[in-house]
T-cell receptor, first 117, second 114 residues
Framework: AQKVTQAQTEISVVEKEDVTLDCVYE???????LFWYKQPPSGELVFLIR??????QNEISGRYSWNFQKSTSSFNFTITASQVVDSAVYFC??????????????FGKGNQVVVIP | DTGVSQNPRHKITKRGQNVTFRCDPI?????LYWYRQTLGQGPEFLTY????????KSRLLSDRFSAERPKGSFSTLEIQRTEQGDSAMYLC????????????FGPGTRLTVT
């Protein structure tokens, strides 16, 4: 069974500080995808980044960066120079291809990020 | 390009009543998913459609729940004889089969059962 663990529940940072969110996953599949989603107070989940299990190259996209380490089953996410608009709940999610190739998502419990101005 | 839309956004109902939610996916997306999210938790998968075919249902989807996607376009999720434990946010997502697998979510329908 797929499982995603986000240990930290609420993280508070002062504006312009960096914040790193930890994600550890469990899967028996060799092919899978990992995602980070943002859920602002409005409630709509917003797709941020995706990484497949074949590519461990870490990347930066604007103020977002991620560190995927297959050996430790971790997929950590960093927001650089945080802004008040970054205040939201961030979810790590894992998908597999499923029997029907449907890539259903298994989510962690989320990290509440509070950016203090 | 409009995103995923869901109606209604909020629904308050009395225990024992039936409710129906609607999801309109992004037009070119042939995959549609329903998830449920309770307070303080991440979304949990309920069911999946590819075009009009419902291909997978979670064990979370009891007999009181039914979902349809006629003609492979919009989808409805009906809950019969609602219980207080059904109170949650119901999220719909869609994706394109040939895409890189990210799902795009709607704003959700918040159900409160009194």
């Amino acid at each position: 069974a797929q499982k995603v663990t986000q240990a930290q529940t609420e993280i508070s940072v002062v504006e312009k500080e960096d914040v790193t969110l930890d994600c550890v996953y469990e899967t028996r599949d060799t092919t899978y995808y990992l995602f980070w989603y943002k859920q602002p107070p409005s409630g709509e989940l917003v797709f941020l980044i995706r990484r497949n299990s074949f590519d461990e190259q870490n990347e930066i996209s604007g103020r977002y960066s991620w560190n995927f380490q297959k050996s430790t089953s971790s997929f950590n996410f960093t927001i650089t120079a945080s802004q008040v608009v970054d205040s939201a709940v961030y979810f790590c999610a894992l998908s597999d291809l499923g029997v029907y190739g449907n890539n259903r998502l298994a989510f962690g419990k989320g990290n509440q990020v509070v950016v203090i101005p | 390009d409009t995103g995923v839309s869901q109606n209604p956004r909020h629904k308050i109902t009395k225990r024992g009543q039936n409710v129906t939610f609607r999801c309109d996916p992004i037009s070119e997306h042939n995959r549609l998913y329903w998830y449920r999210q309770t307070l303080g938790q991440g979304p949990e998968f309920l069911t999946y459609f590819q075009n009009e075919a419902q291909l997978e249902k979670s064990r979370l989807l009891s007999d009181r729940f039914s979902a349809e996607r006629p003609k492979g376009s919009f989808s409805t999720l009906e809950i019969q004889r609602t219980e207080q434990g059904d109170s949650a946010m119901y999220l719909c997502a869609s994706s394109f089969e040939q895409s890189t697998y990210e799902q795009y979510f709607g704003p959700g329908t918040r159900l409160t059962v009194t």
